[in-house]
Nanobody, 123 residues
Framework: QVQLVESGGGLVQAGGSLRLSCAAS????????MAWFRQAPGKERDIVAL????????YYANSVSGRFTISRDNTKNTVYLQMNSLKSEDTAVYYC????????????????WGQGTQVTVSS
Protein backbone atom coordinates (compact mmCIF):
# COMPACT_ATOMS: atom_id res chain seq x y z
CA GLN A 1 0.00 0.00 0.00
CA VAL A 2 1.15 3.51 -0.83
CA GLN A 3 -0.53 6.68 0.38
CA LEU A 4 0.15 9.93 -1.44
CA VAL A 5 -0.33 13.47 -0.17
CA GLU A 6 0.18 16.45 -2.48
CA SER A 7 1.00 19.99 -1.41
CA GLY A 8 2.18 23.25 -2.92
CA GLY A 9 -0.76 24.27 -5.07
CA GLY A 10 -2.21 27.75 -5.03
CA LEU A 11 -2.92 30.90 -6.97
CA VAL A 12 -0.17 32.41 -9.09
CA GLN A 13 0.04 35.00 -11.84
CA ALA A 14 0.86 34.02 -15.39
CA GLY A 15 4.61 33.73 -15.81
CA GLY A 16 5.10 32.73 -12.20
CA SER A 17 6.30 29.50 -10.61
CA LEU A 18 5.08 26.87 -8.18
CA ARG A 19 6.59 23.69 -6.82
CA LEU A 20 4.30 20.79 -6.05
CA SER A 21 5.35 18.05 -3.64
CA CYS A 22 3.95 14.58 -3.20
CA ALA A 23 4.86 12.75 -0.01
CA ALA A 24 4.45 8.99 -0.07
CA SER A 25 4.10 6.51 2.75
CA UNK A 26 5.32 2.97 2.49
CA UNK A 27 8.72 1.35 2.33
CA UNK A 28 8.48 0.44 -1.34
CA UNK A 29 8.26 4.00 -2.71
CA UNK A 30 11.55 3.66 -4.55
CA UNK A 31 10.19 0.74 -6.59
CA UNK A 32 7.33 2.77 -8.11
CA UNK A 33 7.25 4.92 -11.19
CA MET A 34 5.65 8.23 -10.24
CA ALA A 35 3.65 10.66 -12.32
CA TRP A 36 1.81 13.93 -12.16
CA PHE A 37 -1.57 14.21 -13.85
CA ARG A 38 -3.87 17.18 -14.12
CA GLN A 39 -7.55 17.64 -14.69
CA ALA A 40 -9.25 20.87 -15.67
CA PRO A 41 -13.03 21.30 -15.34
CA GLY A 42 -14.88 19.34 -17.99
CA LYS A 43 -11.71 17.71 -19.29
CA GLU A 44 -9.97 14.37 -19.03
CA ARG A 45 -7.28 13.64 -16.48
CA ASP A 46 -4.08 13.78 -18.52
CA ILE A 47 -0.51 12.93 -17.72
CA VAL A 48 1.82 15.88 -17.26
CA ALA A 49 5.10 14.23 -16.30
CA LEU A 50 6.47 10.82 -15.39
CA UNK A 51 9.63 9.68 -13.65
CA UNK A 52 11.09 6.20 -13.35
CA UNK A 53 11.79 4.54 -10.01
CA UNK A 54 15.46 5.55 -10.17
CA UNK A 55 14.87 9.02 -11.55
CA UNK A 56 17.00 8.25 -14.58
CA UNK A 57 14.11 8.50 -17.06
CA UNK A 58 11.56 11.25 -17.35
CA TYR A 59 8.71 12.13 -19.68
CA TYR A 60 6.85 15.38 -20.24
CA ALA A 61 3.68 16.18 -22.10
CA ASN A 62 4.32 18.49 -25.03
CA SER A 63 2.29 21.23 -23.38
CA VAL A 64 4.68 21.49 -20.41
CA SER A 65 8.00 20.42 -21.88
CA GLY A 66 10.67 23.02 -21.21
CA ARG A 67 8.64 24.64 -18.41
CA PHE A 68 8.02 21.85 -15.89
CA THR A 69 10.55 19.58 -14.19
CA ILE A 70 9.76 16.36 -12.36
CA SER A 71 12.17 14.96 -9.79
CA ARG A 72 12.17 12.59 -6.86
CA ASP A 73 14.07 12.02 -3.65
CA ASN A 74 13.77 8.38 -2.65
CA THR A 75 15.41 9.08 0.71
CA LYS A 76 12.48 11.37 1.52
CA ASN A 77 9.78 9.36 -0.27
CA THR A 78 8.86 12.49 -2.18
CA VAL A 79 8.31 13.45 -5.78
CA TYR A 80 8.28 17.05 -6.99
CA LEU A 81 6.94 19.04 -9.89
CA GLN A 82 8.64 22.38 -10.49
CA MET A 83 6.40 24.52 -12.67
CA ASN A 84 7.83 27.63 -14.29
CA SER A 85 6.45 30.13 -16.80
CA LEU A 86 2.95 29.17 -15.81
CA LYS A 87 0.10 29.89 -18.20
CA SER A 88 -3.64 30.21 -17.64
CA GLU A 89 -4.11 26.89 -19.43
CA ASP A 90 -2.11 25.18 -16.68
CA THR A 91 -5.01 25.82 -14.31
CA ALA A 92 -6.22 22.44 -13.06
CA VAL A 93 -6.26 20.05 -10.15
CA TYR A 94 -2.91 18.28 -10.08
CA TYR A 95 -2.69 14.69 -8.92
CA CYS A 96 0.27 12.59 -7.92
CA UNK A 97 0.09 8.91 -8.86
CA UNK A 98 2.17 5.76 -8.40
CA UNK A 99 2.42 2.59 -10.42
CA UNK A 100 4.33 -0.59 -9.79
CA UNK A 101 3.87 -1.58 -13.41
CA UNK A 102 6.79 0.26 -14.94
CA UNK A 103 6.60 3.00 -17.57
CA UNK A 104 2.89 3.84 -17.89
CA UNK A 105 1.13 6.74 -19.61
CA UNK A 106 -2.52 5.94 -18.99
CA UNK A 107 -4.23 6.96 -15.77
CA UNK A 108 -5.96 3.58 -15.75
CA UNK A 109 -2.62 1.89 -15.12
CA UNK A 110 -1.87 3.73 -11.92
CA UNK A 111 -2.48 1.98 -8.63
CA UNK A 112 -2.37 4.82 -6.12
CA TRP A 113 -3.53 8.44 -6.21
CA GLY A 114 -3.28 11.49 -4.04
CA GLN A 115 -6.24 13.70 -3.24
CA GLY A 116 -5.16 16.44 -5.65
CA THR A 117 -4.03 20.02 -5.24
CA GLN A 118 -5.53 23.01 -7.04
CA VAL A 119 -3.31 25.18 -9.22
CA THR A 120 -4.86 28.39 -10.51
CA VAL A 121 -2.99 30.68 -12.88
CA SER A 122 -4.42 34.14 -13.34
CA SER A 123 -3.79 36.02 -16.57
Amino acid sequence: QVQLVESGGGLVQAGGSLRLSCAASGRTFSSYSMAWFRQAPGKERDIVALISWSGSSVYYANSVSGRFTISRDNTKNTVYLQMNSLKSEDTAVYYCAATGGGWKMSRYEYDYWGQGTQVTVSS
